[in-house]
């Protein structure tokens, strides 16, 4: 059965319309209002129309002491006389001893065993702290199931993180429903997440519910947006990371194929997400490879290898690096002379500053032979670039033609890619490119690049 909560208190006329409007709208889902064992609460679920009311009261020594200050008989007697209203307005009831877990099981008995006499649909089993072990729901809805002769329902919270766990331990043990949220959202810690316990009833135990589960991202994503509470990257089914592979054996067993690394039971299909290789510092061969023939980029074994060095070397750094910026490296890659360039670029220093003169420092092999040289400039990028045209000097005469630079994606860390145009002493000009996050590095990979390319031709 779907149950739609409309929230406690219902407070206000514009808050009850919209739950008329809701009711009144045709929904196959039932619409459920939740009210404590109050007249003026079961009339304000009444007057809004819902389908079916869930009322409650606490239970547990701690709570009903502490919180409502009522004898256990007094509670006994209110939970009889809510339900009792309930059903004389020929509505469908639901009844949670609140904080079920921490109630002495013979009187919790005793309450559930007086509020189906008196005509209550179904009983809720809340763990209303989060504090019970598996096991422990296991055992007590297994004895709850033995007693009662209408459906069980079961409420966990997740202040340990078991609240699914709980609530399939219930099921189990006979419970026929249970309460979740869409991304675990609730109280403190929140209460048990829908795609976790759908899915595990649906992949792991066989079970069926009546949830159309390859919408479940989607509502997801909508209800993130809707509360602005974010969805962990890791977050299990839902999660951008869950049908994610990155470390080399991974992607290499899920390319080939997907039930290596991954439940098999459950695929990203099933619920509406998407498996994506992320390329990382742990990529491997296999993935990126995959990656870059999608897009019809067919490396040679040496260029390969110099892509995943550069993609292991910004990952390093904390780029996150995706598809534009795969090819915009790989691009790069492949536009540069094969074999040993005449000159091996090995280290970029710049010093820089509003009350510094730029200052940049290179150190390349040329022609196999270790030279170093520094430049100034009005900024990092244009000492960089004089410091390169001193270092090639007396091997060539080379003077930068044009320059643009352009971010591939969007962020603080986004790669930058330049193209710079040489033109040497002959005349000839030629246009190289270079991407990487520092846009020195870039501007002088590229005019690296463009110069080995005059020199080998």
């Given at each position: ?39 003026k609460d079961l009339d304000t ?209 899920v390319l080939e194929n997907s ?125 960089a670039l004089k410091a390169v ?69």
């Amino acid at each position: 059965m779907d149950t739609i909560e409309a929230g406690f208190p219902i407070a206000s006329a514009g808050d009850m319309e919209s739950v008329r409007n809701i009711a009144n709208a045709g929904l196959t889902s039932e619409i459920c209002g939740l009210a404590r064992v109050l007249t003026k609460d079961l009339d304000t679920c009444i007057d809004a129309g819902v389908g079916m009311i869930h009322t409650f009261v606490s239970t547990s020594d701690i709570q009903r002491i502490h919180t409502i200050k009522k004898s256990r008989e007094e509670v006994v007697e209110m939970s009889v006389n809510a339900v009792q209203y309930i059903k004389d307005h020929g509505m469908r009831c639901m009844f949670s001893a609140m904080d079920a877990t921490r109630t002495d099981l013979d009187y919790l008995i005793e309450v559930y065993k007086a509020v189906e006499d008196a005509g209550c649909d179904i009983i809720n089993v809340p763990d209303t702290v989060g504090i019970i072990a598996p096991s422990g729901m296991y055992r007590l809805i297994s004895k709850l199931d033995k007693e009662m002769n209408i459906p069980i329902d079961t409420h966990c919270h997740n202040d340990f993180g078991l609240a699914v766990a709980n609530s399939l331990m219930a099921i189990e043990a006979g419970a026929s429903q249970a309460q979740v949220t869409v991304n675990g959202l609730g109280e403190r810690a929140g209460n048990a997440d829908l795609a976790e316990t759908v899915m595990s009833l649906h992949s792991i135990y066989g079970a069926k519910t009546n949830i159309s589960t390859e919408y479940i991202v989607e509502t997801a994503r909508m209800v993130e947006r809707y509360t602005g509470v974010q969805i962990p990257p890791h977050m299990p089914i839902v999660g951008e990371n869950a049908f994610a592979h990155e470390s080399g054996i991974h992607t290499h067993g899920v390319l080939e194929n997907s039930d290596t690394f991954e439940p098999g039971i459950m695929t990203p299909e099933m619920v509406g997400h998407t498996r994506r290789i992320v390329l990382g510092k742990h990529a491997g061969k296999h993935a990126v490879l995959r990656s870059l023939q999608s897009a019809n980029i067919n490396p040679t074994d040496a260029q390969l290898d110099a892509i995943i060095k550069k993609v292991k070397m910004l990952a390093d750094k904390g780029k996150r690096i995706t598809d534009a910026d795969l090819y915009t490296i790989a691009l790069d890659i492949l536009g540069r002379p094969e074999g040993m360039p005449p000159i091996d670029l090995k280290e970029v220093s710049v010093m820089t500053g509003n009350i510094t003169t730029s200052t940049a420092v290179v150190k390349a092999l040329v022609n196999g032979k270790e030279c170093v040289t520094s430049n100034v400039g009005v900024g990092p990028v244009d000492a960089a670039l004089k410091a390169v045209e001193t270092l090639i000097g007396q091997h060539t005469k080379v003077t930068i033609h044009d320059f643009k630079i352009e971010a591939v994606t969007g962020g603080s860390d986004a790669l930058a890619e330049v193209v710079i145009g040489v033109q040497d002493d002959k005349g000839r000009i030629v246009t190289a490119r270079a991407a990487n996050a520092d846009i020195v590095l870039a501007s002088v990979e590229a005019l690296v690049t463009a110069i080995n390319m005059l020199l080998k031709t």
